[in-house]
Nanobody, 116 residues
Framework: QVQLVESGGGLVQPGGSLRLSCAVS????????MAWYRQAPGKQRELVAT???????NYADSVKGRFTISRDNAKRTVYLEMNNLKPEDTAVYYC??????????WGQGTQVTVSS
């Protein structure tokens, strides 16, 4: 069974940075496109960034130029580097497969709070 374990969240001031990690176990990680999603209170889960098995990336307009997704296949880990954080980035962040409808069971997520 595939397990997703997100970490690295926390409380940060506007303009600050965080690096999220997602460790994946129970599958051949390297062949799958991966993504980071986020869900703010009272809102639907939204796609933040994707990375293909070959390393190609794509971003939501709201985070383009501020967030960077990457992966380390040897460590079975996907990362999200977040810079110049804004209060509207406050959410629980999750990783999963990039293809909608093919998701594995969701992990617990990691809380990111941007506040002064």
């Amino acid at each position: 069974q595939v397990q997703l374990v997100e970490s690295g969240g926390g409380l940060v001031q506007p303009g600050g940075s965080l690096r999220l990690s997602c460790a994946v176990s129970g599958t051949i990680f390297s062949i799958f496109g991966m993504a980071w999603y986020r869900q703010a209170p009272g809102k639907q889960r939204e796609l933040v960034a994707t990375i293909t098995s070959g390393g190609g990336t794509n971003y939501a307009d709201s985070v383009k130029g501020r967030f960077t997704i990457s992966r380390d296949n040897a460590k079975r880990t996907v990362y999200l580097e977040m810079n110049n954080l804004k209060p509207e980035d406050t959410a629980v962040y999750y990783c999963n497969r990039a293809v909608v409808g093919s998701w594995w069971s969701w992990g617990q997520g990691t809380q990111v709070t941007v506040s002064s």
